[in-house]
T-cell receptor, first 111, second 117 residues
Framework: SQQGEEDPQALSIQEGENATMNCSYK?????LQWYRQNSGRGLVHLIL?????REKHSGRLRVTLDTSKKSSSLLITASRAADTASYFC???????????FGAGTRLTVKP | NAGVTQTPKFQVLKTGQSMTLQCAQD?????MSWYRQDPGMGLRLIHY???????DQGEVPNGYNVSRSTTEDFPLRLLSAAPSQTSVYFC????????????????FGQGTRLTVV
């Protein structure tokens, strides 16, 4: 079964607003990563957060990780129409290297 | 700077036919994997490899075979195609230079859209 579950499944906002996506997972993890997928294309890595980190920033992206709640959030600030894409969380467990993905959040940013 | 290259981009098969999806990477990554992506289900891991000569099963391995004879190539074989294997297939690679406990970001190919009729 899939490890991560994103919430919401779909999100529609206006340009300039912030977008928050959440990810919950089931088992103990080594790290958690967020990826972006434009329609019909491959996935592109956004950010990696290790299990001993609580927050990480990269440009307009902010990721938090709460291992006690087995959850993570991705915040995109000042969104742009070009941010329209699907966003996936992926987890690496401690006992293997098979990275598992959630079902994704479809983000639409209206100009 | 090719990264991960998948071929073909599109394929239509008849039920029962076999075929091989090709994946090659030029980044000298130890780890390679295959995923399938179905609507509303995200990516599911089919098989993965942590180095030449080593492969292992993921979540949905049935109906697929893999081999890893070189670091660069990781082909996925469909033994007898079924309509349930209609999907988009992605190959990914990542470095394990930091060790098995320190995996890094994954690089993905552009995908192969497979239809089995």
């Amino acid at each position: 079964s899939q490890q991560g579950e994103e919430d919401p499944q779909a999100l529609s906002i206006q340009e300039g607003e912030n977008a928050t996506m959440n990810c919950s997972y089931k088992t103990s993890i080594n790290n958690l990563q967020w990826y972006r997928q434009n329609s019909g294309r491959g996935l592109v890595h956004l950010i990696l957060i290790r299990s001993n980190e609580r927050e990480k920033h990269s440009g307009r992206l902010r990721v938090t990780l709460d291992t006690s709640k087995k959850s993570s959030s991705l915040l995109i600030t000042a969104s742009r129409a070009a941010d329209t894409a699907s966003y996936f969380c992926a987890t690496d467990a401690w006992n293997n290297n098979d990275m598992r993905f959630g079902a994704g959040t479809r983000l639409t940013v209206k100009p | 700077n090719a990264g991960v290259t998948q071929t073909p981009k599109f394929q239509v098969l008849k039920t029962g036919q076999s075929m091989t999806l090709q994946c090659a990477q030029d980044m000298n990554h130890e780890y390679m994997s295959w995923y399938r992506q179905d609507p509303g289900m995200g990516l599911r891991l089919i098989h993965y490899s942590v180095g030449a000569g080593i492969t292992d099963q993921g979540e949905v391995p049935n109906g697929y075979n893999v081999s890893r004879s070189t670091t660069e190539d990781f082909p996925l074989r469909l033994l007898s195609a079924a309509p349930s294997q209609t999907s988009v297939y992605f190959c990914a690679s990542r470095s394990l230079q930091g060790g098995l406990r320190s995996p890094t970001e994954a690089f993905f190919g552009q995908g192969t859209r497979l239809t089995v009729v």
